[in-house]
């Protein structure tokens, strides 16, 4: 477990997203990484049922890499870690919060290991339709973020290029603590919600005649 | 993906129903108890384990009348004070069932979970509803599980020094428990017996917690 960077891949217009993940997946495979298997991050989100209160929404993650245990994030950003029976409690709650229909959201793919750093490579999907892609990049020998960041951020840039210079957030304001998993999917969710608010590219409007 | 919780309940290997039998000893009685406790369940040769609680209750309560309120247990250990101790349970309504059934059954869901869960609730719209502290000791028989404890009001200052604490009664809450994945009816069996072994000196039996409320 060390410090994690997730970034937006974009894949240009005229290309599909299955042709981009895979010259993705070629390039850090030119690097000499090795492929370690598959991964899958998804996100449920669920919302206050109760009329005249105040909206609420509660985010339960889940990654593959940490499979006992599931991620609840609020809107205001306090992410609760608990034991993947916490889904059995979200159910207990369904008068309160009730599931958004069409929520589902998940980033799966390729992982790859290169020396100590970690790749995965996800696509983006909501409700079984493609939205994009997901890098992922850890350095498993360092908890803080301060500490690497420039590492992680060269390593980055030879892959994402000039987006590499920003950093996410959640690095951001604790430069200085121990990173943990919680604030790598509190950047899945920050991405996620990205992909949710992007409006549906307009398609070609057939007349019918 | 599938989800680790919907695989154990499909699967049915994840633990969620509690079977239960509860019954009270007197202070001065307790040494017997924890001394035949000692002999019966494993572990015989180390010292009963002792434990040191705080459970905080949390409600969710609702506009409507269709909307029940919903409880959640949070507790975490005070001494030895352990960060990693904090964990959430969920109680189901109890079934007492007809008299061949021997314990309490009701669903249980015990979810360990980080620290800041008290924050997490608050903002999910919990407020707290009561409090207490639990001191006693623990024992284990198979899956069997047995506590005799004390309840304690929480001191007026708000802190968990168990000096200042003022006891509920003059006598030790002793639980015999089991959570097992649902429809394994023949545990209630061996608890049944596990507790003939323990009478005269207690009587563990099913408490109808419907009946307590009303009165």
């Known amino acids: 477990m060390g410090v994690v960077s997730v970034y937006m891949f974009p894949v240009p217009e005229g290309k599909s997203g299955q042709q981009v993940v895979e010259s993705l997946q070629k390039s850090i495979e030119l690097l000499g990484a090795t492929k370690t298997g598959n991964f899958c991050v998804d996100c449920e989100t669920f919302q206050t049922s109760i009329q005249n209160t105040q909206q609420r929404q509660v985010n339960i993650l889940h990654s593959s890499d940490h499979p006992a245990s599931c991620f609840a994030i609020l809107d205001a950003g306090t992410c609760l870690v608990a034991d993947s029976l916490f889904d059995g409690l979200m159910q207990k709650l369904k008068h309160y919060y009730q599931q958004r229909k069409g929520s589902k959201i998940e980033s799966k793919g390729q992982r790859y290991e290169f020396g100590d750093f970690v790749f995965k490579v996800g696509s983006v999907s909501l409700a079984s339709s493609f939205k994009g892609i997901l890098l992922e990049i850890e350095y498993c020998p360092c908890i803080i973020a301060g500490d690497c960041w420039g590492l992680l951020k060269e390593m980055a840039s030879s892959i994402v290029g000039n987006v590499a210079e920003q950093q996410p957030n959640v690095i951001k304001n604790k430069l200085e603590h121990v990173y943990t998993t919680a604030d790598t999917m509190c950047q899945y969710l920050e991405h996620f919600n990205n992909y949710k608010k992007q409006t549906i590219p307009p398609t070609a409007v057939s007349t019918g005649r | ?215």
């Open chain 2, 1 to 215: 993906m599938e989800n680790t919780f919907s695989v154990g309940l499909k699967h049915n290997i994840a633990p969620h129903q509690e079977f239960l039998l509860q019954g009270s000893i007197l202070d001065s009685h307790k040494e017997v108890l924890l001394h035949r406790l000692r002999g019966l369940c494993d572990n015989a040769e180390k010292a009963p384990e002792p434990f040191y609680d705080h459970e905080m209750v949390f409600m969710l309560r609702g506009a409507t009348a269709q909307q029940n309120p919903v409880l959640f247990r949070v507790r975490r250990s005070v001494e030895p004070r352990d960060d990693t101790s904090w964990h959430i349970r969920y109680l189901g309504t109890s079934e007492v069932g007809d008299k061949s059934r021997h314990t309490l059954v009701r669903a249980c869901f015990d979810v360990a979970c980080s620290n800041n869960v008290v924050q997490f609730l608050n903002e999910m719209g919990f407020k707290l509803d009561h409090e207490y502290c639990v001191k006693g000791y623990f024992f284990h028989k198979g899956r069997m599980k047995v506590t005799v404890s004390k309840i304690f009001r929480m001191a007026p200052s708000g802190g968990s020094d168990i000096n200042t604490q003022e006891a509920m009664s003059h006598s030790h809450l002793v639980e015999l428990s089991v959570v097992a994945p649902a429809g394994q009816e023949q545990i209630a069996d061996d608890m049944k017996n596990f507790a003939e072994q323990l009478k005269p000196l207690i009587q563990l039996e099913k408490v109808d917690q419907k009946r307590l409320s009303v009165q």
